[in-house]
């Protein structure tokens, strides 16, 4: 696996963790914010919706499996 994709797969692993662990979207962003495996990905989460971070979390903790 090349770092860009392992640098990805940590991201990842950090968003389904903030989705799991709280609900509202700011709780969300803090959560990912503190994590520098984010980083990276800052101006991608900018971008986040709001609304799509609180659904995605009711998603993660309904369906998701840890």
């Known amino acids: 696996m090349n770092p860009e994709d392992l640098e990805l ?7 389904l963790d903030a989705l799991y662990a709280h609900t509202t ?18 101006e ?3 971008e986040f919706d709001p609304e ?3 659904v995605a979390a009711q998603l ?3 369906w ?3």
């Not at 797969?9 to 968003?15: D, V």
């Not at 979207?25 to 800052?42: D, G, K």
């Open 9 to 15: 797969e940590a991201f990842q692993s950090c968003l």
């Open 25 to 42: 979207a700011s709780e969300i962003q803090e959560a990912l914010l503190q994590h520098p495996e984010s980083s990276a990905f800052q």
């Open 44 to 46: 991608y989460m900018n």
């Open 52 to 54: 799509m971070l609180e």
């Open 60 to 62: 993660v903790k309904k």
């Open 64 to 66: 998701g499996r840890f």
